[in-house]
């Protein structure tokens, strides 16, 4: 049987100054919905498209637990957190592949 994997990423825009947290079981699939603007509302209207931070976890329960761990912290948490995998914000999505 083939284990599945949930994702909580924080993607941003261009230049960074949105951040908008989410949970996925298809990290790539995902980033693609948020590049092509597939789905309308937040994300699309802010054109936030460059996955800056990731984790993954085996179970559903966990990683929506981390997602609101995420989302309930301050900006400058988020801003911690992301410094410390990906000190320049450079778009992981590239890296999926």
């Excluded at 990290?27 to 509302?41: D, F, I």
Aim: a positive charge.
């Amino acid at each position: 049987m083939n284990k599945k994997s949930y994702y909580i990423y924080i993607a941003s825009n261009i230049s960074n100054r949105v951040l908008y947290t989410g949970i996925t079981n298809d990290l790539l699939r995902r980033m693609y919905e948020h590049r092509e603007k597939l789905n309308t509302g937040f994300t699309s209207r802010y054109h936030v498209n460059k996955l800056v931070y990731y984790e993954i976890f085996n179970s559903a329960p966990e990683a929506i637990m981390r997602e609101k761990q995420i989302k309930g912290g301050s900006r400058v948490k988020k801003l911690e957190l992301i410094r410390k995998m990906n000190p320049n914000f450079e778009d992981l999505y590239v890296r999926l592949f």
